[in-house]
């Protein structure tokens, strides 16, 4: 409960085609958080979205650090407390035109 931030380092994917784009998809958190990659806010996830995802492709750099600044409301916490109970991943597409 309360605010917790997580870090996490990553480089950017190599060999990416012109048409290729990079997601982060943030599957599940419990809480709302703040979304930020290499210190420019992404967007926000509110309580109960799920499988939020931001484009990444333009803001990637050669290494990048993603931080989820996670708040959950203080009392009671019977079942789901703050938290990532899901996957945190980049996800590689191609763009058809």
Do not use: M
Request: proline share 4%; with cysteine.
């Amino acid at each position: 409960r309360g605010r917790v931030l997580y870090k996490r380092r990553f480089g950017r994917p190599t060999n990416l085609d012109v048409n290729e784009r990079v997601d982060l998809v943030i599957e599940q958190l419990h809480g709302f958080a703040i979304v930020r990659v290499n210190g420019e806010d992404l967007g926000e996830i509110k309580v109960g979205d799920s499988d939020s995802r931001f484009e990444l492709t333009d803001r990637l750099q050669p290494n990048n650090e993603l931080q989820l600044e996670i708040n959950h409301p203080l009392g009671s916490c019977r079942s789901l407390c703050g938290g990532i109970p899901g996957d945190v991943r980049l996800e590689i597409y191609e763009v058809v035109t």
